[in-house]
T-cell receptor
Framework: DSGVTQTPKHLITATGQRVTLRCSPRSGDLSVYWYQQSLDQGLQFLIQYYNGEERAKGNILERFSAQQFPDLHSELNLSSLELGDSALYFCASSVDGSVYNEQFFGPGTRLTVL | GQQLNQSPQSMFIQEGEDVSMNCTSS?????WLWYKQDPGEGPVLLIALYKAGELTSNGRLTAQFGITRKDSFLNISASIPSDVGIYFC??????????FGTGTRLQVFP
């Protein structure tokens, strides 16, 4: 158990819908990262927040957005869902994102878009 | 998105055998990490490497940071059934962003 929690574990929805994925980082970690893992693919970095502010952006679609709240939990919002958005979405956290403070991953949310 | 090249893509070995896999990049990284992912779970950090040439062990696992800083290697000695899973390398340059490899799927037969 990494200490990072994600909810829900599974999510099934229809095209065009909007969903929200939730992540709680490890106690004491200020940085949260979101990744997408499609079938047979590696992990693609989406976005990072540090202490409530966006710190880095990766391959995140405009239909996707995220935020980190004062209690440091984070939410990833996916809208106008398409079939290709079906994937595993992982959240990771680290103390502050600096060298020697590595990322620890949550169990993921499996999103299925029908 | 950018990914690192990992090889082999998959391995089927017998319990007790040693395993070697590697990760290569066309550009330099300052940190190399190795993660293992079990089915339905998130990646778990195995080994972190921070200096070119560094050799680090974690039990039966040994990883090396290539001296060119463009590659890394992971070896597993005396494999056991619970080693089954997907192994990912990840590299980092000067920012927090990790770039992941394409993964090596390991299957161990008794």
């Amino acid at each position: 158990d990494s200490g990072v929690t994600q909810t829900p574990k599974h999510l099934i929805t229809a095209t065009g819908q909007r969903v929200t994925l939730r992540c709680s980082p490890r106690s004491g970690d200020l940085s949260v990262y979101w990744y997408q893992q499609s079938l047979d693919q590696g992990l693609q970095f989406l976005i990072q927040y540090y202490n409530g502010e966006e710190r880095a952006k990766g391959n995140i679609l405009e239909r996707f957005s995220a935020q980190q709240f004062p209690d440091l939990h984070s939410e990833l919002n996916l809208s106008s869902l398409e079939l290709g958005d079906s994937a595993l979405y992982f959240c990771a956290s680290s103390v502050d994102g600096s060298v020697y403070n590595e990322q620890f991953f949550g169990p993921g949310t499996r999103l299925t878009v029908l | 998105g950018q990914q690192l090249n990992q090889s082999p893509q998959s391995m089927f070995i017998q319990e007790g055998e040693d395993v070697s896999m590697n990760c290569t990049s066309s550009s330099i990284f300052n940190t190399w990490l190795w993660y293992k992912q079990d089915p339905g779970e998130g990646p778990v950090l195995l080994i972190a490497l921070y200096k070119a040439g560094e050799l680090t062990s974690n039990g039966r696992l040994t990883a090396q940071f290539g001296i060119t800083r463009k590659d890394s290697f992971l070896n597993i000695s005396a494999s056991i059934p619970s080693d089954v899973g997907i192994y990912f390398c990840a590299g980092r340059r000067n920012t927090d962003k990790l770039i992941f490899g394409t993964g090596t799927r390991l299957q161990v037969f008794p």
